[in-house]
């Protein structure tokens, strides 16, 4: 697998563009099977999550091309419900087609999800969701869904999960009647989803609220359809932190404040100066020194992103002064502590809190487990003293377009090596 060597301790300078948002594109490829069409997504990430999604509607049936930033989904070939199983162990997010897959055929089937490397992810407010709908769950080997009683209704969430919250969406469009969902999740990708489905003929509303009540169709719309994905306010949050690690100025062009702002709040008080340039474009003038960032809770958004948990953390690692980040979304992410603590860094994991002293760090060979735990591997290197080895970089690249070409037009003294 490829790895990256970081030399820490270049200021970084420079603009960074920031992609389509990886958690709005993976459920639009879902979605697209409800659309006998061409879907068309612009400004796409070119990031291994996205291909992966689309291999799954090439064996499902449907076919697709990915040409500059611009991802064709062709759907009307789709003709199975049953997930391949080896792609759907890749990736967590193709359970979200089975919601899709039974709006548009009444049945799907998944292999069962193991645990992942950021903790144990399980299915249940899915299945509970559906259920709710009237949709007949048999769970074996496979998990069969079948929806050929299924009927509109009220659906509780126990948690608001992001992913049940869009499967529950798909597979509620063409049910007859309203569907009320209930304690939803409110991420923002949440409503490039409802854009989407009501470009299909959809009648969904409250995406980014609480509730959302779909209004069941008879039809949906099949034919071309274009749709352009708000920008990741994960690899937005991503670039702020790396200022905050390395020290410098950068422009941030595709940085959504209102969406980001518990990340900018923590990051303004502590490490940074923020000044709007125009819309989606700000400068950003970084201390010489961050100072800790204090208590720092992840949880559903509109709180702070687990996706920004690990980068955080490893900034606190670098910071001057005290940091205590719990999660409260994924409480078992912080397998990339041990990899930290390699560098020198002083933190400690009680179950989902980690208590972070910080200090000058120095460069090791380190290994990324998981996504976000990996770019906060990056992080810690860029603002340490000597060479960072991290392995296993192909997690990164899960996520991040380019990380270590953006990092690099930044002044950063990254190279991957490819193996
Ligand atoms: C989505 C995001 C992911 C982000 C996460 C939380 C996408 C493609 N991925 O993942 O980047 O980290 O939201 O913001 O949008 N849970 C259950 N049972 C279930 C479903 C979830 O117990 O049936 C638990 C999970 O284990 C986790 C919590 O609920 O502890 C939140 O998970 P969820 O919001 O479902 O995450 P995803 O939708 O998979």
Redesign the pocket.
Known sequence: MDRFVINGGKKLFGRVNICGA??SV??LIAASVLNEGVTRIRNCPKIRDVYIMAKIIERLGGKYTFSGDTLDLYTEGVSTWVLPEDLTGEI??SVFITGALISRFGYAETAKPGGCNI?????????NALKSLNVTVSEGETIAFSGANAKSGKVVLR?P????TENVMMAAVRLNGTTTIENC?E?P?IIDLQNYLNLLGAKVVGAGTRTIIVEGVNKLYRGEIEFTPRSDRIEAGTFLLCGACAGGEIEINGLNIEESLSLCKIIRRNACKIYRKDDKMYTVKYYPRAKGFGRVIAE?YPGF???LQPQLTAAACLAEGLTVTEDR??PSRFSYAEELAKMGADLRVLENVCVVSGKRLSGATVSAGDLRGGAALCLAALGAEGKTTILNVSHIDRGYEGFEVKLKSLGADIQRIVT
């Open positions: 990886k958690n993976l459920p967590r997010a903790g144990n992810r399980p299915l249940d407010i899915h299945i948690f999960s992001v992913g049940a999740a991420e990708e559903p992103p687990t996706d979304v994924f």
